[in-house]
Every structure is written in structure tokens, then in C-alpha cells.
């Protein structure tokens, strides 16, 4: 069965530092993968996915990801961080065929920002 | 404007007293699912459905039932509530065309069973 780990439960950064959440996933195949962002008391909202094609993705608030294969990697990066980037970070694998369709989660990083 | 709604979206209960939350999505979307938000846990998927009458279970299934019989639709059911269902509950659909395609996730209902 699919995994995905997200090896840091809790970060902290400067405003204005970048940042890198890591994501790994286990599955046979070519994966797809999601990375969602959730703030305080809200609900998920899509960052960015990959699917196949160009290995760094680019997404909304000024966020990327690259999808390294050798390394079943999936990590979310951002140059300057914000103070509204605070929030918790899900990584996710889609896994579809043998009677199984699922959209797998991490168990997420927080991130804290610091003024 | 899409979306996917989820009612009652703050619910306090009690020990056995039969729930359902409800879940409708206006995007004609084919595949709809629950999961339950945890702390330290992530997402995890409860149940799913690929269409109509057709249900099947997540990781996480037992204390929940789940029907579809309209494509909007996809109530989430607890038959008789236990403290440990104490949860954030997403509900979620998506198109079965391509893999890639987004999901869509609702606000989120928060249960506590006392």
C-alpha cells in the first residue's frame, strides 16, 4: 500500500527566510502528489500537484516543488516566507487501479513563522 | 461557484445518539470520500464512493456507514457515536477522468461525542 512520510511535525522560520518541507511517498508506480496547505480553523486548499512532465512545480503563493524520482521525494520549498505562510502542511500520494482509489496523507508539518 | 458543503459544521453529542453529516457537491463530480482529521494523524479516509450505489471502505471504516443515492449526496453516518469519533470529518469529491485532477475538499465538520 502507499505512504507518505513528512519527516517534521513542527517548524519554526523567520519572515523572510525560505523554506523546505519534505515529503516521501512509497508506491510502486509513478505517483501523483499533492502538496495542501491548511490554516487555523480552515479547510485544505491545493497548493500544487504533479503528475507527470517537468519535475519542479509551481504553485500558488509563490510556492514549488520538485518531484526527484531516485529519491521518492516530493519537497515543498518557498524563497521568502511570509507571516501569513503559517499554517499546516499535507503532502499526499494519489493511487488509483485494483479496486483501490485513494488519495493518501502525511501526517503534516506545521509551520510556525516568526516576525 | 463549486463547492462542497458539509452540514451541521460544529456538533456536540452525546454516546449513542445516532448522527449523519451531510455532504453535497454542485460540480456533477463522480467520486466523493470522508476522511477524519486527527492531531499527529493527518487526513485519514474513511469511506468513498466512484458513483452512485457504489461504496466502498477507506482506511479508517469502523463505527461509520456511508450511502450514495444521488450523485451530490454522500452522508456520513455514525450509528451509535464512541468519544474516540471526537474528530475534524472533510468530506471531498473529484472527477474519476484523470487521475491528476484536483479534489475538492469541504470546510470541515467538528464532532465532539461526550
Known amino acids: 500500500a502507499q505512504s507518505v512520510t513528512q519527516p517534521d511535525i513542527h517548524i519554526t522560520v523567520s519572515e523572510g527566510a525560505s523554506l523546505e518541507l519534505r515529503c516521501n511517498y512509497s508506491y510502486g508506480a509513478t505517483p501523483y502528489l499533492f502538496w495542501y496547505v491548511q490554516s487555523p480553523g480552515q479547510g485544505l486548499q491545493l497548493l500544487l500537484k504533479y503528475f507527470s512532465g517537468d519535475t519542479l512545480v509551481q504553485g500558488i503563493k509563490g510556492f514549488e516543488a520538485e518531484f526527484k524520482r531516485s529519491q521518492s521525494s516530493f519537497n515543498l520549498r518557498k524563497p521568502s516566507v511570509h507571516w501569513s505562510d503559517a499554517a499546516e502542511y499535507f503532502c499526499?500520494?494519489?493511487?488509483?487501479?485494483?479496486?483501490?482509489?485513494?488519495?493518501?496523507f502525511g501526517k503534516g508539518t506545521k509551520l510556525s513563522v516568526i516576525p | 461557484e463549486a463547492q462542497v458543503t458539509q452540514n451541521p459544521r460544529y456538533l456536540i453529542t452525546v454516546t449513542g445518539k445516532k448522527l449523519t453529516v451531510t455532504c453535497s457537491q454542485n460540480?456533477?463530480?463522480?467520486?466523493m470520500s470522508w476522511y477524519r482529521q486527527d492531531p499527529g494523524l493527518g487526513l485519514r479516509q474513511i469511506y468513498y464512493s466512484m458513483n452512485v450505489e457504489v461504496t466502498d471502505k477507506g482506511d479508517v471504516p469502523e463505527g461509520y456507514k456511508v450511502s450514495r443515492k444521488e450523485k451530490r449526496n454522500f452522508p456520513l453516518i455514525l450509528e451509535s457515536p464512541s468519544p474516540n469519533q471526537t474528530s475534524l470529518y472533510f468530506c471531498?469529491?473529484?472527477?474519476?477522468?484523470?487521475?491528476?485532477?484536483?479534489?475538492?475538499f469541504g470546510p470541515g465538520t467538528r464532532l465532539t461525542v461526550l
Open positions: 460540480m456533477n463530480h463522480e467520486y
Open positions: 499526499a500520494v494519489f493511487v488509483s487501479g485494483a479496486g483501490s482509489y485513494q488519495l493518501t
Open positions: 471531498a469529491s473529484r472527477v474519476i477522468l484523470a487521475a491528476s485532477d484536483t479534489q475538492y
